[in-house]
T-cell receptor, first 111, second 113 residues
Framework: SQQGEEDPQALSIQEGENATMNCSYKTSINNLQWYRQNSGRGLVHLILIRSNEREKHSGRLRVTLDTSKKSSSLLITASRAADTASYFCATDSTGGFKTIFGAGTRLFVKA | DTAVSQTPKYLVTQMGNDKSIKCEQNLGHDTMYWYKQDSKKFLKIMFSYNNKELIINETVPNRFSPKSPDKAHLNLHINSLELGDSAVYFC????????????FGSGTQLSVL
């Protein structure tokens, strides 16, 4: 069954703007991850946040986690055309054996 | 060197045929996976293996048979292919030691005609 649900399904912004994507999940988790997928490629890991963390930064990425609401957000600041991709949240509650992905947000950054 | 490599990248075949997809990782990881991504980009876990042993089988039809000859390899054999099997299949691996970041292969696009 699908664990994560991303919102919005698609997002179109201008270069330089910030992009925010949200993810909701259903069951308790050990960690939540965000991945990026460029067209025709495999997924690439962006950032992992553990269930006891509330916020994490990596470069232009900021991830928040609210376990009480079972939700997370990914903020990409100062977006670039190269950020155009699909972004997926993924959760794991088994210690590494079953990472479940949401349906993804398609981000399009216009130059 | 490619960390997780899968072959072939494209596979076009007729209904009813049997085909295999191979996956190899050179990261020294203990856990490997097969995921299926459909035309709507939804990514669904199929199998996970840890140290050559099957851990997760997500109600995949038994026409799909994974095989792990060693920790570095996880192959997927599909019998009697059906139209609905058309998708992109991704292999992935992880350490399984607490840092659960997945490393993905570039995918195998399977088209069943």
């Amino acid at each position: 069954s699908q664990q994560g649900e991303e919102d919005p399904q698609a997002l179109s912004i201008q270069e330089g703007e910030n992009a925010t994507m949200n993810c909701s999940y259903k069951t308790s988790i050990n960690n939540l991850q965000w991945y990026r997928q460029n067209s025709g490629r495999g997924l690439v890991h962006l950032i992992l946040i553990r269930s006891n963390e509330r916020e994490k930064h990596s470069g232009r990425l900021r991830v928040t986690l609210d376990t009480s609401k079972k939700s997370s957000s990914l903020l990409i600041t100062a977006s670039r055309a190269a950020d155009t991709a699909s972004y997926f949240c993924a959760t794991d509650s088994t210690g590494g054996f079953k990472t479940i992905f949401g349906a993804g947000t398609r981000l399009f950054v216009k130059a | 060197d490619t960390a997780v490599s899968q072959t072939p990248k494209y596979l076009v075949t007729q209904m009813g045929n049997d085909k295999s997809i191979k996956c190899e990782q050179n990261l020294g990881h203990d856990t490997m996976y097969w995921y299926k991504q459909d035309s709507k980009k939804f990514l669904k876990i199929m199998f996970s293996y840890n140290n050559k042993e099957l851990i997760i089988n997500e109600t995949v039809p038994n026409r799909f048979s994974p095989k792990s000859p060693d920790k570095a390899h996880l192959n997927l054999h599909i019998n009697s292919l059906e139209l609905g099997d058309s998708a992109v299949y991704f292999c992935a691996s992880t350490t399984g030691t607490g840092d659960e970041k997945l490393f993905f292969g570039s995918g195998t696009q399977l088209s069943v005609l």
